[in-house]
């Protein structure tokens, strides 16, 4: 191949491009929603395994392609969620996020342990071919060398199986081109209001090997300051603490430890990195037949925590939830915590695609394999407030007179060590797009792993005595604990109160079909198709705890004696597996009653594996001395059913798109985890089935080439939520005389139940009242924003834009738990810049007005943390791209 001067520019600046410099726009693709001229060109989407053009997909889909994300400049899906109307998410940062469509959410429990018992995502993130979908903490994808993120609405499982239960979202790579020379490289710098400096550069190259080969190269460095603000702090204990006033009258020890975190104090302590490449290669090895071997590989690293404290750790008080309220209050952006905070999460992904016809028929092949890797260590101080903390760093008894007390370190933190893989297989088989009968056969096969250790370390009070050290649970010989560990077999952490050491997972085999008929070719369409799914569901492992392996000390001295630690081992329970077998399908019917208004009906069914809880443990004690209420080992796949009306147009000579839908999702038998101490339900999560749902909304979308320099685009949606039954909990205990009954009351008391001294209690219902919404289900979602370009003289182009997205408030959970309602906000950015052939200078603004509103809020850290929005950031950017046939 002849030497090219461009070409070995463009790798040298690739290789050498500085972290001190940041993206700017990909070259312009053909599959883009903006266009020179006066008419929109059309965006090609694979929404049913075939591309097509979006406007005859008789389905809701929305579509950022390569060019439009970078207009917007946003590279994660925390940035550019905002301009996907009837899509939210619960985030406690980066690669801690859980998607949610249409308003299908029943809240976020949090991070810890999510990967031993969270529930697994109802929104499934592909890359390409390969789902990536994790308890918690969705694949965090940066958007480097995209043709587009397409954005799959509603039940996808006849197509996309499970996990697509309420709609996809895929990233979907530029792939190498055939005798095709370009590359670009994009490159800025920035700084943001409350914090420090950020760069980020990436470069992209495509080379041609001789006629039949290919092979393209994407890499990245992404480095943002932080802007959260640790301040200096101490914690001191108080008589308002849960523990100290249940169990010492409300009296601090006058030997209680105070600690400060003055050695770890500073502001922007969340800085965040992404580093990655992705390399193709092409190879065309006969006539309509190709491979594909793509290899991506990210880092992301991230330090502190990305939620700010409205309040303080010093005097903190509790609610009737049994929450942290009322502390000190903070300046916005800021926390208090006392120990170093961390996360890194690392991934790669091989995927081989090859496709090609036999006859008339074509043939797709596409397996991936994908392993992650994840460490996390956050601060859990806060812990030390609860009711459980006092066990574990309080000795002198639960009825010791208060002076022979001793309250140690309250600093603690949790760790998390995740690794995740996925290999998944697909075989397809399609006609031809123009036949009047067309079918889709697809075989699939997948196989999710997931392993998780996560770690509580917020024990204090010192070890037992070494006399009875072969019974404690930290020098407890591991063969003792065989089947209880999974991933570490080692003595833990003296500090370590409970961990989870779990293996879940489970394997997938499907067969799909899909078939459409034209009645009247171009104008009426029938569409039916079903999957056949079997997934085998399991998990192994256990959970373990001290308890009361510590030294209780002073008067009330149990003398040190430890008992054998308590936990649960999840494989010698029977059964630790679950099996599931059925149909998902759908129909469509698309009319077209021109060739550029489609009118459809989309009726169609999705639905996600279940899980395992930790163990069953008994709680509720009823009239009979019994306990009526047995924590469920396992819960199931729920399911939802969506049924959709639609239209999308095109108008005034293809310069207008008007696309919209009205839906109504039935999910019923929800998967629903609890941690709701306060409802006598234990003080461990824990998963059911129980509720059901509804949903109503409607979707609409608008782009308008007004001249043919502006371009104006927004969309909305609208949804109503409410739970349509109130599921109380049953009475599950085979040995109470109420087995069967539901639970409306607890009685406390003495014993026999003749007594008359027993009490009894209402309960609270754990799933909520009819008509309750459902959580991180905002209302109301729109965004707007308007492109213009305009020429000068000497070659050069003029560009701007501005827009907004606003989010009405929503609820962060569902149940008759802690909801918090989180606000409504809305946010402005914006471009201002210029162009000339293959060059670009740029200035960029995002919430130039500085909103700082919670897009989420929890207090699963034992604080309040509200998730803000990232601070003003203004970037100068460049982008130089170039291409040669």
């Not at 914690?235 to 400060?260: K, M, Q």
């Not at 120990?339 to 797709?364: F, K, Y």
């Not at 371009?711 to 109420?738: D, F, H, K, V």
């Not at 810049?833 to 670009?840: A, L, N």
Request: overall charge negative.
């Amino acid at each position: 191949m002849k030497a090219n001067s461009k070409i070995s520019a463009a790798v040298a600046a690739i290789l050498s491009a500085p972290a001190a410099t940041a993206v700017m726009a990909a070259p312009a693709d053909t599959s883009t929603s903006t266009a020179t001229g006066t008419e929109l060109q059309e965006v090609v989407v694979t929404a049913n395994r075939r591309e097509e053009n979006l406007q005859n997909v008789p389905i809701s889909v929305q579509a950022l392609t390569g060019e439009t994300l970078a207009q917007l400049n946003v590279t994660t899906i925390d940035e550019f969620v905002k301009y996907l109307p009837s899509v939210s998410t619960g985030s406690l940062g980066p690669g801690q996020n859980t998607l949610f469509m249409r308003g299908l959410s029943v809240g976020v429990l949090g991070t810890q342990g999510q990967g031993s018992v969270g529930n697994f995502p109802n929104v499934a993130i592909y890359l390409d071919d390969q789902s990536g979908q994790l308890p918690g903490r969705n694949l965090d994808i940066y958007a480097a060398d995209l043709e587009r993120v397409e954005v799959l609405e509603g039940p996808q499982g006849t197509l996309f199986g499970a996990g697509a239960e309420a709609g996809v979202v895929r990233y979907v790579t530029n792939k190498p081109k055939l005798g095709v020379t370009e590359g670009y490289v994009t490159a800025g710098y920035g700084s943001q209001a409350h914090g420090n400096q950020m760069s980020d550069a990436t470069g992209v190259i495509n080379l041609p090997i001789g006629d039949n080969w290919a092979f393209r190269m994407a890499v990245y460095d992404d480095n943002r300051g932080g802007y959260i603000n640790n301040v200096p702090s101490t914690f001191t204990r108080a008589g308002t603490d849960i523990g100290l006033a249940r169990y010492n009258n409300g009296v601090v020890p006058p030997n209680s430890v105070v600690i400060n975190n003055y050695n770890i104090a500073q502001n922007a302590i969340n800085p965040l990195s992404y580093q990655g490449i992705r390399l193709g290669l092409l190879w065309k090895f006969a006539e309509n037949w190709d491979a594909l071997l793509q290899q991506s590989y990210q880092v992301m690293t991230a330090q502190g925590v990305f939620y700010e404290m409205p309040n303080g750790s010093e005097g903190t008080t509790f609610n009737q939830y049994g929450n942290p309220c009322c502390g000190t209050p903070l300046p916005p952006l800021s926390v208090t915590l006392f120990n170093p905070n961390s996360t890194t999460d690392r991934w790669e992904n091989t995927a081989l695609t090859i496709q090609g016809m036999i006859g008339s028929i074509r043939m797709v092949y596409a397996g991936s394999y994908l392993d992650r890797n994840i460490y996390q260590s956050q601060d859990y101080t806060n812990y030390a407030r609860g009711v459980y903390g006092y066990y574990y760093q309080c000795a002198g008894g639960f009825s010791a007179p208060p002076a022979f007390v001793t309250c140690y370190s309250p600093s603690s933190v949790w760790t998390d060590t995740e690794r995740n893989t996925h290999l998944s297989q697909e075989l397809r088989f399609s006609t031809p797009d123009d036949w009047r009968l067309r079918g889709l056969l697809g075989l699939f096969y997948e196989d999710q792993k997931v392993y998780d250790d996560t770690e509580w370390l917020y024990k204090s009070v010192p070890n037992c005595s070494p006399t009875y050290t072969t019974l404690c649970f930290l020098q407890l010989d591991p063969a003792v604990r065989v089947g209880q560990t999974f991933n570490d077999p080692n003595i833990r952490n003296a500090n370590t109160g409970f961990f989870d050491d779990f293996q879940r997972g489970y394997t997938q085999r499907a067969v799909f079909a899909s078939v459409d008929f034209d009645v009247i070719p171009q104008v009426l369409t029938i569409t039916a198709g079903t999957r056949y799914f079997h997934i085998y569901n399991y998990a192994n492992g256990g959970d373990i705890g001290s308890f009361s392996c510590k030294v209780y000390g002073g008067a009330m001295s149990t003398g040190g004696i430890c008992p054998a630690p308590y936990g649960t081992n999840l494989n010698t329970q029977n059964p630790n597996n679950l099996t599931a077998t059925g149909f998902k399908s759908r129909a469509n019917l698309a009319f077209h009653p021109t060739s550029d208004v489609l009118l459809y009906y989309t009726w169609s069914q999705g639905y996600r594996p279940g899980g395992f809880n930790r163990g069953s443990s008994a709680h509720l004690p009823g009239l009979d001395g019994e306990n009526q209420y047995n924590t469920p080992k396992d819960y199931v796949s729920d399911d939802l059913t969506n049924n959709e009306i639609g239209f999308k147009s095109l108008w005034w000579n293809h310069r207008v798109q008007f696309n919209g839908a009205v839906y109504e999702e039935k999910w019923n038998n929800a998967q629903i985890g609890f941690f709701c101490p306060q409802c006598d339900v234990g003080n461990l999560t824990f998963g059911t089935n129980g509720p059901n749902y509804q949903v109503k909304g409607v979707e609409i979308s608008l782009i308008v080439r007004a001249t043919e320099g502006l371009t104006i685009t927004g969309s909305a949606s609208w949804n109503s939520t409410e739970q349509t039954n109130s599921p109380s909990l049953i009475n599950n205990n085979p040995a109470s005389a109420y087995f069967g009954q539901p639970i409306t009351q607890q009685c406390k008391g003495p014993y026999p139940v003749v007594n008359p001294a027993l009490q009894c209690v209402p309960i609270i219902n754990v799933y909520g009242a009819q008509g309750s919404p459902l959580a991180n289900s905002p209302p109301q979602q729109s965004n707007l924003r308007a492109r213009y370009e305009y020429p000068f003289t000497g070659g050069y182009t003029g560009f701007a834009w501005i827009g907004f997205a606003h989010q009405s408030h929503s609820l962060s959970a569902t149940g008759n738990v802690e909801a918090y309602d989180q606000p409504s906000w809305t946010t402005y950015d914006g471009a201002l810049g210029v162009m000339k052939g293959p060059w670009q200078v740029s200035f960029t603004a995002t919430n130039f007005t500085n909103v700082n509103a919670s897009l989420f809020t929890t207090s699963r850290q034992f604080v309040v943390a509200e998730v803000p929005q990232r601070p003003q950031v203004f970037e100068l950017r460049f982008d130089y791209h170039f291409q040669e046939k």
